[in-house]
T-cell receptor, first 112, second 116 residues
Framework: DGGITQSPKYLFRKEGQNVTLSCEQN?????MYWYRQDPGQGLRLIYY???????QKGDIAEGYSVSREKKESFPLTVTSAQKNPTAFYLC???????????FGPGTRLTVL | AQSVSQHNHHVILSEAASLELGCNYS??????LFWYVQYPGQHLQLLLK??????LVKGIKGFEAEFIKSKFSFNLRKPSVQWSDTAEYFC??????????????FGSGTRLLVRP
């Protein structure tokens, strides 16, 4: 069954701690993306990667970091520099950048 | 900067009513257009997309959308909604064939509640 998995589904962290969100895809897609979803604001792009070992900042990259060491994996680290990290985080992938994106189930991060 | 506007933030309908959700975008070039749906507790999934050709596109579950280039619009329609259509709907746009086509711009979403 092809798809995108994100773990964990819910994550709680104390303020000031870094936290890493997992995203794995078995669709053999080249491009992967991280979005943040806040109520009433739609989805905003954090980072994206077109190929392994390459990634670019999106609209709201400050306070986040990513890596793309494998085609299947695109983990997102929410650092202590992110001022308002509590949100719903969605990972997506696509065959290329001009194709439809497929989304994972999301991780809801709450910083206490 | 590009933007996508969804004018209706919350819509409440009774079953069998007709649905039209508005979507307007601001970009003068060639675009790809998408409608995504997020059912309660489920993944965001594609309802339909427009890349080129017939401006009236049909998607899953009886949804359709019409691209009107002169109005920069891509409104979503369904003739008769069901309770199971209760979800949040997102319109999205990207610049076709450009280096920046990775950048899918989303509207703020419309929450649809269908009453039985």
């Amino acid at each position: 069954d092809g798809g995108i998995t994100q773990s964990p589904k819910y994550l709680f962290r104390k303020e000031g701690q870094n936290v890493t969100l997992s995203c794995e895809q078995n669709l053999n897609h080249d491009a992967m993306y991280w979005y943040r979803q806040d109520p009433g604001q739609g989805l905003r792009l954090i980072y994206y990667s077109q190929i392994v070992n390459d990634f670019q900042k999106g609209d709201i990259a400050e306070g986040y970091s990513v890596s793309r060491e494998k085609k299947e994996s695109f983990p997102l680290t929410v650092t202590s520099a992110q001022k308002n990290p509590t949100a719903f985080y969605l990972c997506a992938s696509s065959r290329g950048t001009d194709n439809e994106q497929f989304f994972g189930p999301g991780t809801r991060l709450t910083v206490l | 900067a590009q933007s996508v506007s969804q004018h209706n933030h919350h819509v409440i309908l009774s079953e069998a009513a007709s649905l039209e959700l508005g979507c307007n975008y601001s970009y003068g070039g060639t675009v790809n257009l998408f409608w995504y749906v997020q059912y309660p507790g489920q993944h965001l999934q594609l309802l339909l997309k427009y890349f080129s050709g017939d401006p009236l596109v049909k998607g899953i579950k009886g949804f359709e959308a019409e691209f009107i280039k002169s109005k920069f619009s891509f409104n979503l329609r369904k003739p008769s909604v069901q309770w199971s259509d209760t979800a949040e709907y997102f319109c999205a746009v990207n610049e076709a064939g450009m280096d920046s086509s990775y950048k899918l711009i989303f509207g703020s979403g419309t929450r649809l509640l269908v009453r039985p």
